[in-house]
């Protein structure tokens, strides 16, 4: 996980409050620039208009991207120094200029809305603040049983080779036609952490569309639906 992401990733930026701290607007989005460390650094940082936060640290001395910064080995003294003047500056923009929210993609809120706008379901977060942060359930109403889970994960347990980024993923119960597009599909796996034969693993970073998505809950939903289990087999049985 990157610095910017441990700090921004439960965040949203808002232009109103961008635009107060001395954000400037910019072909690209906004951009706000501060030195750091008696100015020895130059920090720059960019928001795109769809919320995606791009960061670089120069060191003056010799014009190019302090590349220690992000080395996890490099933790002397000064470099240590230098990484948190930043963070503190970053985390001073995170307060001033964004909201708190639940998810880390902003595709994972709007399929909470719309799951809520056609099942009346909100997520519970039963590990909070615990090995899967902010993890959330979708449950029915009758029976409690889960038919969707979205957590935040490291691209690589799905992918391979897929980098140490973190993204939102929604687990769904799933027909064995969407578990074999699992293994071919773009933006679709075998569930983590959950039965391969029975789940799959969407991508919340916009592999797949908002309505795609919503086809594959409304499966999951009526494959976790004992009620409607139950009918399936009444009529099987006739």
């Known amino acids: 996980m ?25 072909d690209k989005g906004y951009e706000y620039s501060a030195d750091i460390m008696n100015g020895d650094f130059h920090v720059l940082l960019t928001v795109s208009h769809d919320g995606r936060l791009t960061a670089g640290v120069e060191d003056m001395m010799n014009g190019e991207e302090y590349a220690a910064l ?20 970053l985390c001073k923009i995170a307060d001033s200029c964004c909201r708190d929210v639940p998810f880390a993609c902003s595709q994972s809120e709007r399929i909470a809305g719309l799951i809520f706008e056609k099942y009346a379901v909100c997520p519970d977060f039963p590990w909070d603040g615990g090995a899967y942060k902010s ?15 979205i957590m935040n994960v490291r691209r690589s347990v799905l992918i391979k080779n897929g980098g140490s980024d973190t993204v939102d993923i929604i687990n769904l119960k799933a027909d064995p036609a969407d578990r074999e597009a699992a293994s071919v599909s773009e933006g679709i796996y075998p569930a983590y952490h959950m039965n391969h034969k029975q789940w799959i693993s969407a991508l919340l970073d916009g592999s797949l569309t908002d309505d795609e998505l919503m086809t594959l809950v409304e499966r999951s939903f009526i494959l976790t639906d004992r009620g409607a289990a139950k009918k399936r087999r009444s009529v099987d049985n006739r």
Do not use: N, P, Q
């Open 135 to 149: 993890g959330a359930v979708f449950r029915h109403k009758d029976s409690g049983k889960w038919f969707a889970l």
């Open 70 to 89: 992000r080395m996890e080995d490099f933790c002397g003294a000064y470099v240590s120094s230098v990484r948190a003047a930043y963070e503190e500056l």
């Open 2 to 26: 990157t610095i910017e992401e441990k700090i921004f990733g439960y965040k949203r930026f808002d232009a109103g409050a961008m635009l107060e701290y001395g954000f400037a607007v910019t």
